[in-house]
């Protein structure tokens, strides 16, 4: 069995097995919730993803936390929203897949999801929302879950949005 949680709060300070990084294609850091890990993590990380060859648009690579509380940092790239035409809805989904099999793959417990690509990269919060949502629940009814997964608001407006989608799927 799991769970499903959504908070208000900062992803790099959570003792989870794993938290999720909005990360950009070059895996090297920047603004927003990027930035933040990298910063909370140290310079290990950076090097650390120096090493990946950088991420392609829904897809996720792994690596060790460093300094931060949690174990490892899954890092995925979301797509900037273009009006949802150019496969958004698709690659964000991946993200949230991708994230969710190398979580299965190295056996973690707990996961960390911020609101991918709802900063910076324009994505609609509620369409993000219902993606994310979904697809973790599908994801998590048809394989070996992580036992807890987290969503992670740092804003009020995405707090809501999970927090009723959330309790529409009856995880509230």
């Not at 174990?71 to 989904?93: C, F, K, R, S």
């Not at 417990?109 to 599908?138: H, L, M, R």
Request: net charge negative; proline share 5%; glycine share 10%.
């Amino acid at each position: 069995m799991f769970t499903l949680q959504v908070i208000q709060g900062d992803i790099t300070k959570l003792a989870v097995d794993a938290i999720v990084n909005a990360a950009n294609s070059s895996l090297l850091g920047g603004g927003g919730v990027d930035g933040a890990i990298h910063r909370a993590a140290g310079p290990e990380l950076l090097a650390e993803c120096q090493t990946l060859g950088g991420c392609a648009t829904g897809d996720a690579k792994i690596t060790k936390g460093y300094r931060l509380p949690a174990h490892y940092v899954i890092h995925t790239v979301g797509p900037v929203w273009q009006g949802g035409a150019a496969n958004e809805p698709e690659l964000l989904a991946s993200c949230y897949q991708r994230s969710l099999e190398l979580a299965n793959d190295y056996m973690l417990n707990s996961v960390a999801f911020p609101n991918i690509s709802t900063g910076v990269y324009g994505y609609p919060k509620d369409q993000a929302c219902e993606i994310a949502v979904q697809g973790v629940i599908n994801f998590l009814a048809i394989h070996n879950p992580p036992a807890s997964v987290l969503f992670v608001c740092f804003d009020l407006e995405n707090l809501s949005l999970y927090r009723n989608r959330l309790a529409k799927a009856g995880y509230a």
